[in-house]
Nanobody, 116 residues
Framework: QVQLVESGGGLVQPGGSLRLSCAASGFTFSAYTMNWYRQAPGKERGLVAT????????NYADSVKGRFTISRDNAKNTVYLQMNSLKPEDTAVYFC?????????WGQGTQVTVSS
């Protein structure tokens, strides 16, 4: 069955870095646009970063531009989110998403907490 499993979250001090990973299985990973979303307590889930199937196009939310980098390894069926210069407002549950036409898959999320 389809699985998206995120890892790499945790507690980090402001200014620190984390690298999230999302391992996919059960579908043709290379054919899907991959996204990272996040949801902070009391807020709606919002799109953080997107990468197209071959990795040629990447887009970011304005709040993370210049700090976060999305990448993918189609040979490993994995998408990454490198997060640098983290801020307390980056605290949220981060979700991996795979999207193609009518198909939309989600991971279970990984908690990122930025605090001193």
């Amino acid at each position: 069955q389809v699985q998206l499993v995120e890892s790499g979250g945790g507690l980090v001090q402001p200014g620190g870095s984390l690298r999230l990973s999302c391992a996919a299985s059960g579908f043709t990973f290379s054919a899907y646009t991959m996204n990272w979303y996040r949801q902070a307590p009391g807020k709606e889930r919002g799109l953080v970063a997107t990468i197209t199937t071959g990795g040629a196009t990447r887009n970011y939310a304005d709040s993370v531009k210049g700090r976060f980098t999305i990448s993918r390894d189609n040979a490993k069926n994995t998408v990454y989110l490198q997060m640098n210069s983290l801020k307390p407002e980056d605290t949220a549950v981060y979700f991996c998403n795979a999207y193609r036409n009518a198909y939309n898959y989600w991971g279970q999320g990984t908690q990122v907490t930025v605090s001193s």
